[in-house]
């Protein structure tokens, strides 16, 4: 899936006296602040991420008729961004990139600002905005430094994993990242070559870096909040001790589990860190 573009929409506003929502164009934002801080925010745009039908072989164009639309209203993307956001700060291991939520709610943040830059100076509801901006801005940042933190601290088997990957599997690193963990891995080579390694003997002036970085603990314990309903989740594989432990997981419930038995429904979005 690959973001294609950005429909806006006319903001709505509720006029105290008839209680109904009527359309105005952006150039209202020049004028008076009379909208609700909320319902702009949230009806500011509808986001359409188009997913084309693979190119054949043969590099035939896609007929834009059999193009798949997936429309997303604005309080469902910011949804999706804290969604990610959760589970890539609570999550042992990198996760998938969501290259497209982070692209899109850059650019609505733009547009945002540009809007911002022409209402009337002192405005307490543009104050207000304003705030609503930052806090996006602020989930939007952490988002991303979680995840450069993770890349620094595991990237020899963050690059292996990318490497390794099957050709249709979703990429774990967005091309950005992957650029900076490339460099970030050979920065730390010469490092430790120019300091150290030259000053070894000749026989340890190598180091394998996947065996001298420790690996993501997959094993430690995560709270979950179950999204979809779940059967037969095996929490602990049967052992001499012990047999096996099955659970079902029902909407709505939280739970307290290893991480590795629940990794793959967190990819699959089941189930979300909290």
Not at 79 to 88: I, M, Q, R, S, V
Not at 151 to 176: A, Q, T, Y
Request: proline residues 5%; charged residues 30%.
């Amino acid at each position: 899936m690959s973001l294609k573009h950005l429909i806006v929409q006319p903001v709505l506003i509720i006029h105290p006296r008839t209680q109904h929502a009527q359309p105005v164009k952006n150039r209202a934002l020049q004028t008076e602040c009379r909208f609700s801080i909320q319902v702009a925010f949230r009806l500011t745009l509808s986001v359409c991420f188009v997913m084309s039908d693979a190119l054949s072989d043969a590099g035939s164009d896609v007929n834009q008729d059999d193009a798949q639309e997936d429309v997303m209203t604005p309080a469902e993307l910011i949804a999706k961004l804290e969604e990610a956001w959760l589970n890539e700060k609570f999550s042992p291991e990198l996760l998938e990139n969501k290259s497209e939520v982070v692209e899109c709610v850059m650019e609505q943040l733009s547009h945002m600002d540009a809007n911002l830059q022409r209402v009337k100076k002192g405005d307490a509801k543009a104050s207000i905005h304003r705030m609503e901006i930052d806090r996006i801005r602020f989930v939007l940042s952490s988002y991303l430094r979680s995840r450069l933190q993770k890349i620094e601290k595991f990237f020899p088997h963050v690059l292996e994993r990318e490497k390794s990957r099957g050709e249709g599997d979703p990429s774990l690193l967005s091309p950005e990242e992957f650029a900076f963990a490339k460099e970030y891995y050979a920065n730390t080579e010469t490092y430790l070559k120019a300091v150290a390694l030259k000053r070894m003997p000749p026989n340890l002036q190598t180091v394998d870096m996947l065996k001298a970085v420790p690996e993501p603990c997959l094993d430690s314990f995560v709270f979950l909040r179950v999204k979809e309903r779940q059967e037969n989740i095996l929490v602990e594989p049967e052992t001499d001790d012990q047999r096996e432990y099955v659970v079902d997981l029902e909407e709505g419930s939280q739970h307290l589990m290893r991480y590795r038995t629940i990794a793959p429904l967190v990819s699959s979005g089941a189930v979300q860190l909290i």
